[in-house]
């Protein structure tokens, strides 16, 4: 399997009010540096990922969830 047999594939960061290339925002981030069950889990499906080409695992110490976005930094 790869990108290439999808039929939609798209960027959910964009576009969204307001934001342009190089203008910053700030986000609440959750990190999971203290949770070895989660990355564990996210470890099994990276496994069951593996297959895909284009997929890219982030390493558990990057694991982290998007919660909100703040307001732009300027």
Do not use: C, K
């Not at 594939?9 to 203008?23: A, K, L, N, T, Y």
């Not at 540096?33 to 564990?40: I, N, R, T």
């Not at 889990?41 to 895909?52: P, T």
């Amino acid at each position: 399997m790869s990108m290439h047999d999808t039929d939609e594939v798209r960027s959910h960061w964009w576009p969204r009010e307001g934001w342009r290339p190089g203008r910053l925002v700030y986000t609440w981030h959750l990190t999971f540096e203290h949770a070895p069950q989660l990355h564990q889990l996210a470890e099994r499906y990276q496994a069951a990922l593996a297959r895909i080409e284009e997929h890219n695992p982030v390493p558990a110490r990057w694991l982290h969830l998007t919660v909100q976005a703040v307001g732009f930094v300027d």
